[in-house]
């Protein structure tokens, strides 16, 4: 690993030169001492050595000294950190804040934004951290909010914003107690992951800083567009790293397809020499599906829709999974040991390799999302007024070859009657028109994994109608026998005390008695044969080993093989049962892809009075039970590994229905709002949600949704949360409601448009509430903006000429106007309050 190193510049003392009644040089000041720069300086070093870094350390230097470090660090350091006083001039640059030398002149090579504009111009990435007063200008540079994070190679954390002062060294004890915590733990950056996300650490730092007693001091970053993932940025080294691991791969494909592989590569999987085993254990079973399916999918004049349709635990998602990860492109090429292992275990059973398919886990996700996620996999172009339902079928019945589309869980999915009846009975439907080469063909072959819900009822009876229908509750008792008894021997194979050869007639008489015992006891139970199988593999290594075929009749005979039982049995083996069983729990309300163990930790006292040290440690030891993927920022998202397990956990009246509410929402979103995760302004203690992790403002709503109706209105009235979530979650509950004052606005505002940064709907926002002319929405909504920030003066609506091609200002008569071109070769001449002066035909 190439040596990094980092430039650290403590400034504490400060002298003058000046003789008595000399005067003081143009830029000269006297400055009070920074008693706290002594601690600070060496905890900063000792947390960047801790990272690896290799440190040169300056202290109290002069103006010469620092600018000599500087311009020797630039383009070679790839962390720079100052901690001085910070010096502005309110009659000059806005932009600039000097880091102020021993000597206390300050000028050429002072300018902190100097330095971030010129590790920009050398494009080598370079951190900064600042713990200077207004040191928030640097973080604001007008480059780094034009870029939002693309092509930026100058990154700012600053102590303070543009007009605040900042106090007792509180931004540099944060932030060497949080690269501590991260050198420990990786901040929850999933394994994947060489560093960790620039966002998780200048959060952490916020958080830090916001929770210290005393004056308000607001840390400031280099902004992010949220709209994009966060770029891989050298500067944090993730202890937990494994280099070349499956997980990498899985983080390689689509969000929306990661789910499908999940059996393969979580319960403690993920080096390549296990895989191939792994991936045995999962096809075993329910082969004669796997070969209608393939036979189907290879048919190119079949029908359009087949169903997989069954109870929890029966099996659905392991058959899809089994059709994706052998016949999507992508998954193909990333994992080929799938395709590779089921041609040579059930040949008749794998599909051929599909070109153009689209797999999606609807688990959590609305009609939009699931739209997007086709439209991407399949390549297609937008429309120019977006995507719809309509949109998508009418684009996929242009395209020259039948595409495979397939859509897990989709009793999962919110509002799955919307999704069932607007997109998948349409799209089963549609037909190829007559200028198509496949005339009044099906347009796709539509592959559905649900349970068997009445709202979802219409996609079930057209899939029978069609003989598309497989119902894996209906399976015949044989059949389910010996699907059931391959499954159960494959994973006892993969125990220790069960894989040597010789142990091949405990093993299969084991799994022949447990199969007869399962489908005898899951009948109309809420839990299938299969997930009761998987779960009783696991607990099998809790009981005494069967060494003769009578011994393991005996102990099948005698086994628990209920959920409930077998989750406490696993439990109680346990050092800690009472806290894994709080993780499980919290885990079990997750939302989404899942739930950060950020978010997770705080939600785990809910649930377990007792302590619960190492978290992480707890998670890990959980990892059976649950499924993993990666944030946009690059933090592991956790969710059990099956719905079934966290209906039971979650305590729903019916576990595997659709009805049932959870008794523990209303505490849980309470615990989210008021446990830290959502900060609060000192000042008025107002919520502050620049702070919040994406999973939260993606989905704060779920689950104030799933406790009570006043917890959503409560949010949708607080303007920082509307600025900081994504309008494509908060829209839906804008639109399901009454409109009025802010969210009338809102739904105005992101009705077309999507701003993808905090400061550009805020500022689309304005400007929507100034039309409307609400004062106290808009009172409201600059009360959320910090000085700096533009805010229009005067909104008025353009002239229905035709499209803006060039716009400028100026002073004419004392007054400013604005002079627009348009494409009609017409200039209008606009007073700033929207009086037409004139228009100018060129």
Known sequence: MDEIRALLLGVGRFSSALQPGQEPPLGAEAWDPLEFVDEVLPSVTRSLSQLGYKTDCHRNPDVRAMRAAVEASLGSCRVIYAVTHGATDRMGDPTRVDAVPSCSTIGMGTNVSEWVSSAQTMRYPTLFLLDLCRSGRSARLPFLLQHAGRDTYAWVIAAAASDEAAYDGRFSVAAAEVLDELARTGLGTSPARPFVAFSVVARRIRQRVEAMPGVPQTVVATPLDQGLDDPLLPFFPNPNYREGSLQSAKESVAPAVRPFMDDLLDQGVSEAEHFVDRVGTHFAGRRPQLRKLAGWLDDEMSHSLTVVTGSPGAGKSALLGAVVCSAHPRLVEVIPQVRARLQAQEPDGCPSVVPRMAAVHARQRRLMEIINSIADQLRLSEPPHGWSADAIITAVSKLHERPVIVLDA???AVDSSSIAKGLLLELAKAKYGRD???????ICWLLVGMRPWSN?????????S??????????????????????LASRFADLPAYRPRTARAVRNKLATVVAARLIEETVGAPFGAFLVATIFARSLEKLRVAQTEDEATRLAESAPTDLPALLELDLASRAAPGAIRAVLTALAHAQGDG?????????????HTGPAEGLQRLADECRFYTRTTVDSDGTSLYRLFHQGLA???CGVSEPGSAEGRCPDATAIIDRVLTSGLVGHDALTGARSWATAAPYLLRHVLSHAAAADGEFVKALLEDTDFLIHADPDQVLPYVLGGTTRGMTAAYADAFAERRPTTPEARRFLLTITVMQGGDAAVLRSLRSTM??????????????????????????QDGDLVTLIADIDNCVGLWQVNGTRRHILPL
């Open 410 to 412: 989709l009793d999962e």
């Open 436 to 442: 198509h080469p496949r005339k009044d063909k099906p």
């Open 456 to 464: 979802l009822r219409d996609l079930y009876e057209q899939a029978a």
């Open 466 to 487: 069609h003989d598309g229908l497989i119902d894996l509750d209906a399976v015949g008792g044989a059949e389910l026998q010996a699907d059931l008894t391959a499954h």
């Open 595 to 607: 739930m950060p163990m950020e978010v997770a930790s705080v939600l785990v006292p809910l649930f």
């Open 647 to 649: 209906d039971y956990l």
């Open 786 to 811: 910090s000085r700096d920030s533009w805010q229009p003066y005067r909104v008025a609506r353009l002239p229905s000429r035709g499209i803006v091609r060039s716009l400028s200002t100026t002073v």
